[in-house]
């Protein structure tokens, strides 16, 4: 896990922290410009309890790593637009919204966290440190918890596996003998067919001979009743 002192010095290390800015409002509230995304450098200054040339000179010394976590700096034309939009959002009129004279630093909710990862005097600045390795300790034993768990699941598996292994055989006796019972069904399904058949012919028969019979009796009672008459 890294230390507080990792954090100062490593630029890695922060860069992979800036996307926990909810740990700034663990600490204490900051005051967002009316945008609800910027803050100014006095707003940054108050927040972390020290003076604005305090977050100048860490801004100064970090310009670089300041801009690719969010730091602008307005001048002219974009100055003038920046002010008015804020002035309306702001609601008031021309003396509502402080005015910057020729330029002026934006600061959003992660270059403040990259403010606080670089601050050394200010314990503000210190209490977001070790929230942030609080938090990233706790995530840490999450994550090697999680592992265990998928260790013991792969353990698990592993031992399904291997009685599956051991069922392969006795699986392919009893597939090759349901196989041999369905070619047996099978045969036997023929033979009743036969069977049937043969039943249907002898039926035929019994019906033909039985027909004859009547026919003869019918012939043996004529010669009777011939044979009464002489």
Wanted: with cysteine.
């Amino acid at each position: 896990m890294p230390t507080e002192v990792a954090l100062l010095e490593s630029r890695a290390l922060r860069d992979e922290q800036l996307g926990r800015v909810d740990v700034l409002d663990k600490v204490k509230s900051l005051a967002l410009l009316p945008d609800g995304i910027h803050v100014r450098t006095e707003d940054v200054a108050r927040y972390f309890e020290v003076s604005t040339e305090v977050i100048k000179k860490v801004t100064f010394r970090h310009r670089a790593e300041m801009e690719e976590s969010g730091l602008t700096v307005l001048r002219g034309s974009e100055l003038r637009v920046f002010q008015r939009d804020m002035q309306s959002l702001w609601g008031g009129g021309q003396e509502s919204y402080p005015q910057a004279a020729t330029q002026l630093r934006l600061y959003t909710r992660r270059t403040v966290l990259n403010v606080a990862m670089l601050l050394r005097d200010s314990d503000v600045a210190r209490c977001v440190r070790t929230y942030l390795l609080d938090a990233e300790g706790e995530l840490r034993t999450q994550y090697a918890s999680l592992d265990r768990r998928v260790t013991r699941i792969e353990s698990c598996l592993s031992g399904v596996g291997s009685a599956l292994q051991e069922l392969g055989p006795v699986l392919l006796r009893m597939s090759e003998r349901l196989d041999s019972l369905d070619r047996r069904v099978e045969v036997t399904h023929q033979v009743i067919g036969a069977m049937s058949l043969r039943l249907t012919d002898v039926q035929q028969d019994v019906v033909r001979m039985d027909a004859r019979l009547n026919c003869f009796g019918r012939q043996l009672k004529e010669l009777r009743r011939r044979g009464g008459r002489r």
